[in-house]
């Protein structure tokens, strides 16, 4: 799979709320520690759920975690 | 005879640029940073275990079959008793996973999420690339084997089966592993 071309925020925002570890972020969206390490590292696009979940864990809107890339 | 052992020998590579062009369709994942280690995930672990006891199972299966030989496997009551206990093992370890696996995937907060999920979902892509060619195999074999006999001796017929069966259970769990070195 080519690298995403959706940028996030998701490593910086879980640093400013309480240095969130990738397994407690996991937890509360219900995925596997696995799935966050590689949306950090953009190599995975989440579904619209899973984003939906993880802007709601951080409170704050979807396209403040998840950005479309300039020319994308 | 000579034709349709070209055909059967086509098909094969046939198969087998398909499976090539798959693998090129969908490219490894690009190289994570050498400093951000990957856990394995609850599926990974799973698929890893089972596809190490099925093949050590096979393994020991297909000795006893090559030290007693096919027919001597079929003959004897008791090689044939433990021959048919290897594959029984096989087929309760992997299907007794499978059927895990799919119980885990159709549950809302199990241990499998989206992703694991759709390597789930496209994994069993293998299991027919694997049995096709596993029976193209055999067929190509008993052709030049029984070509002269006419006939292909039964004993032969159920190795066949059981082959295609394991190679089929197997196929998922290489299936899975496969799909986390791609997505």
């Known amino acids: 799979m080519p690298k995403a071309e959706i940028h996030n925020e998701i490593r910086k925002l879980r640093f400013e709320h309480g240095e969130m570890t990738q397994q407690e972020l996991a937890d509360h969206v219900g995925c596997t520690r696995q799935t966050i390490i590689l949306l950090e590292q953009e190599r995975y696009v989440p579904s619209l759920a899973l ?14 975690v998840f950005e479309l890339e300039e020319g994308a | 005879m000579i034709v349709v052992l070209w055909a059967i020998l086509a098909l094969v590579v046939g198969l087998a640029a398909i499976v090539v062009k798959a693998r090129l369709a ?9 400093d951000v280690e990957l856990p394995d995930t609850p599926l990974q ?18 000795g ?20 048919t206990a290897l594959l029984m093992a096989i087929l309760v ?21 989206e992703r694991d999920r759709a390597i789930l979902d496209r994994a069993p892509a293998v299991q027919g690339a694997g ?8 067929t190509v074999g008993l052709m030049v ?18 082959s295609c069966l394991v190679v089929h259970l197997l196929a998922l769990p290489v299936g899975i592993l496969m799909g986390y070195r791609r997505s």
């Open chain 1, 51 to 64: 984003a939906m979940k993880i802007a709601r864990v951080f409170g704050t809107p979807v396209n403040q």
């Open chain 2, 26 to 34: 969908v490219p490894p994942r690009p190289p994570l940073p050498p």
């Open chain 2, 45 to 62: 672990r799973t698929s890893r275990l089972s596809l190490g006891a099925g093949l050590v199972l096979a393994a020991f299966a297909c």
């Open chain 2, 64 to 83: 006893v079959v090559v030290v007693h030989g096919p027919e001597a496997t079929m003959a004897d009551d008791r090689v044939r008793l433990l021959f």
């Open chain 2, 93 to 113: 370890a992997l299907s007794g996973a499978s059927i895990r696996l799919k119980v885990q995937a159709g549950r809302e907060g199990g241990m499998l999420d």
């Open chain 2, 131 to 138: 049995t096709i060619l596993t029976l193209a195999v055999w």
């Open chain 2, 145 to 162: 084997r029984f070509h002269g006999a006419g006939a292909v001796p039964l004993d032969y017929v159920v190795l066949l089966f059981w």
